[in-house]
């Protein structure tokens, strides 16, 4: 209780001193211990290594971030230093790093879905080349939303990317304004845009050589409506399918036309691709003469179907497929297909990354390979 001169006593609770004791206001719950950071292992800096190796802070900071034959520092200590860093579980804060050379050292990779082997052996390509070349790659799903790869392609760079790496986009352009924005140098790979070098395959040639393999492949039917090479798959206007159509026309014109009613482009969903395949199915009273599948997912989801036909039906028909998986080899029946040259491809995308010479909008194709079932 306090005393004050003229005034009434009046009692002042004393609360307890929170900072002294350790009170939160909460009530300590006996099964849940307070955690102690004190046992915790101390991390090496870069000043215990340097220590360590007789030598000073930024001649370690040099040779941790590679630039250390340009400091004329010699191999004998870069090696010394490293192993240190080995032994004493060193690593290097790249956020901190970044922020002390203005560089990050991560490069990104936007790609529609990880279930299509076709941009799974990319981004396997792709983490390869970028840590040859010293940098931490990031790879991230957009699921084919175009809104979803903007929102992403935004987040890499908060995260302050150096190069981005855009696959199979549905919006490139838009991708490329953000980029543009930000200064962060980026290539298309598979889909092209106009404000940005794009690598793509070759896919009027693969499409062409694939829909002539089928034709060699295959002969009339008895029954006229079945007397049809039908193509299913693909978005429509979309440059990938449009070019493969345009291949599997030319393939086509010296023999036969090619009806609309023959082109089912469902999409890239297994599902979608069942229906359609089915639907097709029905309204030919049976199998093609010829089917090229527009992927390697439109297939996964005609298979669904097929599977369930006699060995005798599906050897009337031949099938072609424009992506290239080695369990079609299993498979109850024969299925030709496209082997995109997924090295080559990566190998352009960095060397657009690299600064090498090429301009907006330029399209560089890269050549793919037709495979032949049983020589896979």
């Not at 199979?168 to 962060?184: F, L, M, N, Q, Y």
């Not at 009027?204 to 299913?232: K, V």
Request: net charge positive; glycine share 8%; with cysteine.
């Amino acid at each position: 209780m306090r005393d004050f001169p003229g005034r009434c006593c009046v009692p002042v609770p004393v609360r307890p001193n929170r900072r002294r004791s350790g009170y939160d206001g909460r009530r300590a719950l006996p099964s849940q211990p307070l955690q102690s950071t004190v046992n915790r292992p101390r991390t090496s800096t870069i000043y215990d290594l340097a220590e360590l190796a007789g030598t000073s802070a930024s001649t370690v900071s040099a040779i941790l971030n590679g630039s250390w034959q340009s400091r004329r520092i010699s191999e004998e200590t870069a090696r010394r230093v490293q192993q240190l860093a080995q032994e004493h579980s060193f690593a290097v804060n790249r956020q901190a790093s970044g922020l002390r050379r203005q560089r990050s050292g991560l490069i990104g990779m936007v790609i529609p879905t990880h279930e299509d082997r076709f941009f799974g052996a990319l981004s396997q390509a792709f983490e390869r080349m970028a840590h040859a070349r010293g940098l931490c790659p990031l790879v991230v799903s957009t699921l084919r939303d175009g809104a979803l790869e903007v929102e992403t392609v935004r987040s890499l760079i908060a995260f302050r990317v150096e190069h981005l790496i855009v696959t199979g986009a549905t919006r490139p352009d838009a991708i490329s304004a953000e980029c543009r924005k930000a200064g962060v140098r980026h290539v298309n790979v598979d889909l092209p845009g106009k404000k940005a070098p794009s690598v793509t395959s070759d896919n009027r040639w693969g499409a062409a050589e694939l829909t002539r393999l089928l034709l060699a492949r295959s002969r009339p039917p008895a029954a006229a409506p079945q007397d049809a090479i039908c193509f299913l798959g693909g978005v429509r206007k979309e440059y990938a399918t449009e070019q493969r159509l345009a291949g599997f026309r030319e393939a086509l014109a010296p023999h036969t036309p090619v009806a609309d009613e023959h082109i089912l482009c469902c999409g890239y969903d297994p599902e979608a691709a069942r229906l359609a395949m089915a639907a097709l199915y029905q309204r030919l009273g049976g199998l093609p003469r010829a089917l090229l599948f527009s992927s390697g997912i439109t297939l996964q989801g005609a298979i669904r179907f097929l599977r369930a036909l006699p060995d005798a039906e599906l050897a009337q028909c031949s099938f072609g497929s424009y992506d290239w998986d080695p369990y079609a080899e299993c498979l109850r029946f024969p299925v030709h297909m496209v082997r995109q040259n997924v090295e080559g491809l990566m190998a352009e995308a960095f060397r657009a990354i690299d600064g090498d010479g090429l301009r907006a909008g330029q399209v560089v194709q890269v050549r793919p390979q037709l495979v032949e079932w049983g020589e896979g």
